[in-house]
């Protein structure tokens, strides 16, 4: 089973950007489907993107799409999340996660379906 190391979160103002980084040891990441995953403080966490195993096809939540970008590198065992024009609203601890049952497109938008997650990185939106 891979182990999943998040980074890249931080402070930032709205409209900026940030890029979170979701590296994988153990066993390779690149036979999974990847998704990440955000909880916003007092909130239930909440899926954002996937990304299948080739990196061919990707999904978001309605709230991200067009701002946010998932991509992966599979020489580097890395999955990222490129955070465009962010909104206070988008401040959340944000986790990566395997769906490794997932052998063809996109990894569920369930968050059960997955079965490793890293420990999450705090993304700070300021006004």
């Known amino acids: 089973q891979a182990q999943l190391v998040e980074s890249g979160g931080g402070l930032v103002q709205t409209g900026g950007s940030l890029r979170l980084s979701c590296g994988a040891s153990g066993r390779s990441s690149n036979t999974y489907a990847v998704g990440w995953f955000r909880q916003p403080p007092g909130k239930e966490r909440a899926f954002v993107a996937g990304i299948n195993r080739s990196g061919t096809e990707t999904d978001y939540a309605a709230s991200v799409k067009g701002r946010f970008t998932i991509s992966r590198d599979n020489g580097k065992n890395t999955v990222y999340l490129q955070m465009n024009g962010v909104k206070p609203e988008d401040t959340a601890v944000y986790y990566c996660?395997?769906?490794?049952?997932?052998?063809?497109?996109?990894?569920?938008?369930?968050?059960?379906?997955?079965?490793?997650w890293g420990q999450g990185t705090q993304v700070t939106v300021s006004e």
């Open positions: 996660a395997v769906d490794s049952r997932r052998r063809f497109g996109v990894p569920s938008r369930d968050e059960f379906a997955y079965d490793a």
